[in-house]
């Protein structure tokens, strides 16, 4: 059963008049809104605020030592904060997809530890001694040397990091029926962003002597049961983008996320991820992998099949308010959420108070990186009102986020992977936002 998150309304401290300030600029009102709490608390308890006036056990005594917390961990008042299953999503027997909690994130990057994760046959924890990632070609032609590389071979090679974001190509797949689950965490929490670490993998294939102008893909094959391979175009290796990855947020990959080493492909879907990276093999030609020609492919309206749809194209959600939270007073609130494209950087988002007739500039935070997450957020005053909620992402190719006829027109109602659609939620009159989708 999930938990329900309480939104915080800030009007809770503030005057009518602060909230009209808003208008007057957002610095000024911001400045108001703290000296309006600041008014309120005392006008609200004459005798004081006793958390303020009572020093508490921790200004008095000694706090635990640093050994007692060797790996640092969240504090305990933020255990729900978590992972969440979906059981039955997919057909192996046991949970192997789970959801990162957007709606209690900050900023762009994911902790690793509520990093989402898709596995195909379970995670494992991989000896990194005896890891080894074997680089050929489908003929003796495509590749001069054929070379193992161990673990320690690779990390002392030259690195680079690089902020991007990995989303799963059946993120949102639930929506495309009007199956609208209850929270963002489920709509869309199959997307996390994170700083990885590696080696380009055109630095290897360099190395082996590839034929970069003959050879136009390489297969990707990870070591766990499910015999995950992939086919990845030359052309997005050659730009050196496509790393051969074995850190994450500062640290060694963890082993949910392809501990000891990976592939990381920017704006590509995260099938093409490779997580315990054991081959790869440069040849002329798609494989045809089974996850390329049974997996992760969608019937067309005229009976074809979609295959090969790497990209993650242009997309936002908002993340609070959304589904399953609850807007205690009306009053000023701030409207915050994700957007990202896999074909470069976020130029814009709008966001809608009407369900999409009207539209208005968010703002959008720094860092704006290429195929990495952007947090956008922009203010409204709520009257308590119904209100639906909408956010739409523009991206530096021109690339619009479609609406769900749009999108229904070109793809069906069949599909499964790659919905981009704008996502609606129902602010109603008591405060609860719902899922619920609108054209």
Request: net charge positive; glycine share 10%; with cysteine.
């Amino acid at each position: 059963m999930l938990n329900r998150f309480i939104q915080r309304a800030p009007e809770n401290f503030l005057s009518a008049q602060q909230i009209k300030d808003v208008k007057a600029g957002r610095r000024g009102f911001l400045a108001g809104a703290f000296a309006a709490a600041v008014a309120g608390a005392q006008a609200q308890t004459p005798a004081g605020d006793p958390h303020i006036l009572n020093l508490p056990a921790h200004s008095k005594g000694l706090g635990q030592p640093v050994a007692a917390r060797p790996y640092g961990l969240p504090s305990a008042f933020e255990k729900n904060l978590q992972r969440r299953e979906s059981p039955g999503l997919t057909r192996v027997g046991a949970a192997s997809v789970s959801f990162a909690p957007l709606q209690s994130l900050f900023g762009i990057i994911t902790p690793s530890g509520l990093h989402f994760e898709r596995h195909h046959q379970g995670w494992w924890d991989i000896d990194p001694s005896k890891h080894r990632l074997m680089v050929n070609g489908s003929d003796d032609s495509l590749l001069k040397r054929p070379m193992v590389f161990d673990m320690d071979e690779i990390m002392r090679l030259p690195s680079v990091s690089r902020m991007c974001f990995i989303e799963c190509g059946a993120n949102t797949a639930m929506e495309w029926n009007n199956t609208a689950v209850p929270t963002v965490q489920y709509t869309h929490g199959m997307l996390s962003c994170s700083e990885f670490t590696g080696v380009p993998l055109i630095t290897l294939l360099e190395m082996c002597g590839a034929d970069l102008k003959r050879g136009k893909f390489v297969l990707a094959e990870g070591a766990d049961g499910s015999g995950m391979t992939r086919t990845v175009p030359m052309s997005l290796i050659q730009s050196g983008e496509v790393l051969v990855a074995y850190g994450q947020n500062g640290e060694m990959l963890r082993p949910e996320n392809g501990y000891p080493l990976r592939l990381v492909v920017p704006g590509i879907q995260g099938v093409s991820w490779v997580k315990y990276l054991r081959r790869i093999e440069v040849g002329d030609m798609p494989y045809g992998a089974k996850d390329e020609t049974l997996h992760y492919v969608d019937l067309l309206p005229d009976g074809t099949h979609r295959q090969y749809s790497g990209i993650q194209e242009v997309k936002s959600v908002i993340t609070s308010p959304s589904g399953g939270q609850v807007v205690l007073q009306k009053g000023f609130h701030s409207i915050t959420g994700l957007a990202w494209s896999g074909r470069g950087k976020v130029k814009k988002v709008d966001v809608s108070l009407d369900g999409g007739r009207n539209w208005k500039a968010a703002r959008l935070e720094g860092p704006a990186l290429a195929k990495c997450l952007t947090r956008f957020n922009t203010d409204f005053v709520w009257d308590s009102k119904p209100v639906i909620l909408q956010s739409r992402a523009v991206d530096e190719t021109g690339q619009i986020q479609p609406t769900y006829q749009a999108l229904r027109a070109v793809r069906g109602g069949r599909s499964i992977y790659h919905n981009n659609a704008i996502q609606s939620w129902l602010l109603g009159e008591n405060g609860e936002v719902k899922n619920v989708q609108v054209g």
